[in-house]
């Protein structure tokens, strides 16, 4: 279930139901598929293209990711967030 918010502005806010990954989270999946990439080709199990698309597209998500943060950054200054606590008791 989501977490409502309701900002000062009046804005309700709902966190996603699937969360993207933290920065250090995503930084050890690409490093494992960089890893485990590297020693396929070493091993001669996958050719040279192979190799440069996958350390290609794993820098272009970066540097998407990247430009995302900084744009959302930019363009949605943060705002004052209140929290609103869930009704327990519904039924009266």
Do not use: C, H, Q, Y
């Not at 989270?25 to 440069?52: C, E, N, Q, Y």
């Not at 698309?53 to 820098?59: G, H, I, N």
């Not at 998407?64 to 967030?81: I, K, M, Q, S, T």
């Amino acid at each position: 279930m989501p977490k409502v918010t309701l900002r000062k502005d009046g804005i309700v806010e709902l966190t996603p139901r699937r969360l993207p990954l933290d920065g250090s989270d995503r930084l050890l999946l690409v490093s494992t598929v960089l890893l485990g990439t590297g020693g396929l080709f070493v091993s001669g199990a996958i050719p040279a293209p192979v190799l440069a698309a996958v350390v290609a597209a794993s820098l272009a998500v970066e540097a998407f990711f990247g430009l995302r943060a900084l744009a959302l950054l930019l363009l949605r200054p943060a705002a004052e967030v209140l929290e609103v606590a869930a009704w327990r008791d519904r039924r009266r």
